[in-house]
């Protein structure tokens, strides 16, 4: 019996920054960033670190299937925006989680996971995924 993959699903709507602006505003919908988190392999406790939002608080808004707050939606935003970005170069979940799980030289040796938490650590990030998608690696 042969084994089949489950389809990696990309969502283009995390690149069109018109399109967040709006559901970002109105609260992101924490089932969103769960299913997110699903289909990419990170846990529950790794989404909530990488979101910045405590564990438990995390947790309760998961449960009530709530929506996050704007400045929890933005992080969350974020960070699918580069992983749904890095995918399109590393072809896969399991090698964009690679990536974002290597310490690079060209981000002071953090990883790309620890780097995009702020927004001027995020367009770093998208750089060096520009100069590996066109072959420059410095």
């Known amino acids: 019996m042969k084994k089949t993959k489950a389809k990696e699903v990309t969502y283009p709507e995390y690149q069109d920054n018109h399109a967040m602006v709006q559901r970002v505003e109105e609260g992101l919908p924490v089932m969103e960033v769960v299913q997110f988190g699903k289909q990419a392999g990170f846990s529950t406790e790794e989404l909530a670190k990488l979101i910045q939002i405590p564990a438990r608080t995390y947790a309760r808004r998961?449960?009530?299937?709530?929506?996050?707050?704007v400045h929890e939606g933005e992080r969350a935003a974020r960070l699918m925006r580069l992983f749904d970005r890095a995918r399109e170069v590393f072809g896969t979940d399991e090698n964009t989680r690679g990536w974002f799980n290597a310490k690079i030289l060209a981000l002071g040796w953090k990883t790309p996971l620890e780097y995009a938490q702020t927004e001027p650590g995020a367009r770093e990030v998208e750089n060096v995924i520009g100069r590996i998608e066109h072959g420059v690696f410095s």
Not at 64 to 69: E, N, P
């Open 62 to 69: 998961v449960a009530g299937k709530a929506r996050l707050k």
